[in-house]
């Protein structure tokens, strides 16, 4: 019985001292509205949302096919990001006709 208070004694200590999860990519603007996610079957991601001034925002995502597991020795995958919505990355505004599969 005085194992197990204990041990639940350390658990508590511990919970109280972790560090809170952070996302592994943050890019919208913090406060964002009415967030949405589509996936093109090439693999691409548009995610929009509306910013704290009411702008909308269209940012493609692609690349990060096979991420590595967490590790302090191996380099993660990162996405590549256009926040044109596909003008810089691919010369078009990829956003308007951005098919959802």
Do not use: C
């Amino acid at each position: 019985m005085r194992l197990s208070r204990m041990l639940s004694a350390l658990a508590m200590i511990v919970l109280a001292f972790a560090a809170p999860a952070v996302a592994s990519e943050q890019f919208a603007d913090m406060n964002s509205r009415n967030p949405t996610l589509r996936v093109d079957k090439r693999g691409r991601a548009l995610v929009e949302y509306t910013t704290p001034a009411g702008l909308r925002r269209h940012v493609i995502l692609w690349g990060a096919t096979n991420a590595n597991p967490p590790s302090e020795t191996v380099r993660q995958v990162r996405f590549q990001k256009d926040f044109t919505g596909g003008v810089a990355r691919f010369k078009r505004a990829l956003w308007r006709r951005f098919a959802n599969v």
